[in-house]
Each structure stands twice: as structure tokens, then as C-alpha cells.
């Protein structure tokens, strides 16, 4: 009782703390604070006092383990709350040969890497792509504070596989107990062998190296590049690429690391029917629902960017709705983890009723500071 007092007086502090940094936080653009953030974290990463500091506060900011612990995916995490892909994705580089070298020169390319996990606990890394991706150039991260929604058009940046997974390589002794990657097909690529060959590459450079994530996550649903993911999400490719990577983990690593996949809102109810048939056949552990939803960007209404927050939770949740019933009446063995505007208890209760068996957050991040899930879980229990 006194350790949930505790925890409780803790993300209140956090809550103010929030209160008193946002106005330095929103004084500037979306994209401006985000860039603040990550060139803090480069830093912050390598403080070891720091990062026992942060383990320390996560130790009694969430609810005790004994009282939130699941098992989800195939999964034990501490709590119900991830935080989702995108947030510790590492930085973008134009070639491979470039993003190693800056590995050779010791640069934390993946900002957040240590820090994240030690401050709320489970993280999805990435996406990563089979090669680096420079991202879309401009502004691509958007806020509407009044509608706690998010909007962005990054554009798959990222380090690429090889470089995040020998990054990570080099940091193995002091890598987070509990982390998945995510790894997105090459945007643009249509050949089915090609996308199959690119995430088993993918996948195989993290292995290879040692670097064993708790999952991976395929990420079927890469809005804001130049692909359309709905063409990943059909039912037959669905089932073709995840039975190609499951059998792969399965021979690879004997199948102790679960698959999980990524789907977009807005899909048909027959389109997540087939999908979460072809998980279940394929051997899939647990679905993400959902992915950004592209809508045209604040600056330019011919481009688009997803939403994120708030203004997607409603098209979430119906994603996890269909889900769930068609898990339902097949008695489909795979979770589903709910994610779109997850920023209170009202959100993730709605997404717990429609099925959901836990839930990632990425907006609430911004809308409620970088303890937002203990928060979410203690106004859960106190409110
Ligand atoms: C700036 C930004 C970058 C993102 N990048 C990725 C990504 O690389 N891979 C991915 O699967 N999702 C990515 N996402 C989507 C989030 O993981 C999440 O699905 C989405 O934001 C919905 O959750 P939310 O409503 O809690 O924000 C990104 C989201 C944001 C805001």
C-alpha cells in the first residue's frame, strides 16, 4: 500500500514536472521538440549513473510486477504498456558503408536504446528496413495539442538492419533485458522472393550478432513512404511472408522468439478476418492494431502523413474489434496489442472490452511526458 502510494506521488511529480517543461516543450515546433528529445537522449544513453537513476524511478513509478504482469505474444512484460516502434528507431544514413562507419566512430545511432527501456520498461525498436533510409526531408512531425493527436511523415528513416543490429552488437552487455525490433519490408519493393529475402536478411543480421530481442515485429504497414501497404496486407502475401519468418525463427533460433505483426487502421472486416486467419495458420503470436492512418499533411494537403493520438483511436479500436470477433469464433491462438491514442484509462479500458490484450503508445508521449504509461496504469488503480 505504501509502495502504491509511492509510485503514485511519484507520477503525480512526473505529471508536474511535465506540466512546468511543456510550455518549453510547445514554445517550439513538434519536430523541434522531438529533434531536443533524441539529442538529449544520444547523451543521456551513455551516463551509467543516469541509467540506474531511471531504472530505479520505473522500479516505482509502475504498479507492482506481482499486480501488472502478462504474458502476451509469447512475451513476459512487466505491465500491459509497450512503448511502440518509431520513438527508438536510430537516426537515417544514405548508405550502409556510411551508418557502419559511424558505428566504427562509436556514435550512438539509436538514441534512446538504453534509456527508454530503463525508464518504462518495454520497447519495440525500429522499424528497421534492410537498408538505410534518409527519410522524408522538411518538417514530418506534427502536434494538434487541442485534439492530442500526432501526425507524421518520417518516412521509414532509420540506420538500416545491419548497422542498428552491430550497434546494438557493441552495446550487448548493456542491452535492455526486455526489447523487440521491428523490421519494415523494403518500401517500393513488389517482389515477393525480394521482400522475403530482405526481412530474413533483416531479421538475420540482428540473430547473427547476438542481439536476441524478445520479439520481432513485422511490420506490414509502413504508411508515409512511397509504398502502399495495403498491398502487404492482403491475405495470401500475409500468409506467404509470415510463414516464410516463422519457419525461419523456427528453424534459426528453434522458435524461442515469437513473431508478431503490424497491420494499418481502416481495412476491411474481411481483410482483418483473412489476416488474423493467416497469423493463426502461419503461427503469427500476436497482431499490433494498428499503424498510423494517412491523412493529407497540415502543410501540404497533396502529401500525406499519419495520425497518430487521439483522432485515431475510434479507427483503432474498430480494427481491434474485428479482430477479436474473428479470433473469436475460430478460437485463433494470437493476442492482439491494441495501439492508436492509448493516453488514459477511458482508452485503454475501450481497447481492453474490444479485445485487446495489451496496448503500445507512441502519442502519449508527448500529450502526457515520458512516464505517460505508469500514469495511464496508476490513474487506472487510483483514480
Ligand atoms: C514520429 C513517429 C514515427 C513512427 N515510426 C514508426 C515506425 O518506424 N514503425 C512503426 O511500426 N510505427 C511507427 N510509428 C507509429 C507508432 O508506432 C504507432 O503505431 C502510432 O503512432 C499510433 O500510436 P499512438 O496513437 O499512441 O501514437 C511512428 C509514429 C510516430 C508518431
Known amino acids: 500500500m505504501r509502495r502504491q502510494a509511492l509510485a503514485a506521488s511519484i507520477t503525480a511529480a512526473n505529471a508536474a514536472l511535465y506540466q512546468l517543461t511543456r510550455p518549453m516543450i510547445y514554445a517550439g515546433s513538434a519536430q523541434a521538440a522531438h529533434e531536443n528529445v533524441l539529442r538529449v537522449l544520444k547523451r543521456v544513453d551513455g551516463n551509467a549513473w543516469l541509467q540506474r537513476s531511471f531504472r530505479a524511478l520505473q522500479a516505482v513509478s509502475f504498479p507492482p510486477e506481482a499486480t501488472s504482469r502478462v504474458s502476451v505474444g509469447g512475451v513476459d512484460l512487466p505491465h500491459p504498456?509497450?512503448?511502440?516502434?518509431?520513438?527508438?528507431?536510430?537516426?537515417?544514413f544514405n548508405s550502409e558503408a556510411e551508418?557502419?562507419?559511424?558505428?566504427?566512430?562509436?556514435?550512438?545511432?539509436i538514441p534512446g536504446w538504453r534509456t527508454m527501456p530503463a525508464l518504462?520498461?518495454?520497447?519495440?525498436?525500429g522499424s528497421f528496413t534492410r537498408h538505410p533510409r534518409i527519410g522524408n526531408a522538411g518538417t514530418v512531425i506534427w502536434r494538434h495539442t487541442e485534439r492530442r493527436t500526432t501526425q507524421?511523415?518520417?518516412?521509414?528513416?532509420?540506420?538500416?538492419?545491419?548497422a542498428a543490429a552491430s550497434f546494438l552488437y557493441q552495446h550487448l552487455p548493456d542491452l535492455p533485458s526486455l526489447f523487440g525490433v521491428n523490421i519494415a519490408p523494403t518500401p517500393?519493393?513488389?517482389?515477393p522472393a525480394q521482400i522475403k529475402t530482405d526481412v530474413i536478411d533483416s531479421i538475420r543480421a540482428f540473430i547473427a550478432r547476438g542481439v536476441r530481442p524478445a520479439w520481432f515485429t513485422l511490420n506490414l504497414?509502413?504508411?508515409?513512404?512511397?509504398?502502399?501497404p495495403g498491398g502487404h496486407q492482403t491475405t495470401d502475401h500475409a500468409r506467404d511472408l509470415c510463414g516464410t519468418v516463422v519457419d525461419f525463427l523456427r528453424e534459426y533460433v528453434a522458435g524461442s522468439i515469437p513473431l508478431w505483426v503490424k497491420v494499418s487502421p481502416c481495412l476491411s472486416a474481411a481483410q482483418y478476418h483473412g489476416l488474423m486467419a493467416a497469423f493463426a495458420e502461419t503461427g503469427v503470436q500476436a497482431v499490433i492494431a494498428t499503424n498510423?492512418?494517412?491523412?493529407?499533411s497540415p502543410d501540404d494537403p497533396t502529401i500525406?502523413?499519419?495520425i497518430g493520438g487521439a483522432d485515431l483511436h475510434a479507427h483503432a479500436l474498430q480494427a481491434v474489434r474485428y479482430l477479436h470477433e474473428t479470433r473469436t469464433a475460430h478460437r485463433h491462438p494470437v493476442d492482439i496489442i491494441a495501439c492508436g491514442g492509448v493516453q488514459d484509462p477511458i482508452s485503454y479500458h475501450a481497447f481492453k472490452s474490444a479485445g485487446a490484450d495489451a496496448a503500445q503508445y507512441w502519442s502519449a508521449l508527448v500529450f502526457k511526458g515520458p512516464l505517460a504509461a505508469a500514469r495511464i496504469l496508476q490513474e487506472d488503480i487510483t483514480p
Open 292 to 296: 498510423t492512418l494517412g491523412a493529407p
Open 120 to 125: 518504462v520498461g518495454a520497447v519495440e525498436f
Open 152 to 162: 507524421n511523415r518520417v518516412g521509414l528513416k532509420n540506420p538500416g538492419a545491419v
Open 188 to 191: 517500393a519493393v513488389d517482389d
Open 81 to 92: 504498456l509497450i512503448l511502440a516502434a518509431g520513438f527508438v528507431k536510430g537516426r537515417g
Open 99 to 109: 551508418a557502419l562507419a559511424a558505428v566504427r566512430a562509436g556514435e550512438n545511432i
Open 221 to 228: 504497414s509502413c504508411p508515409n513512404t512511397e509504398d502502399d
Open 304 to 306: 500525406n502523413a499519419g
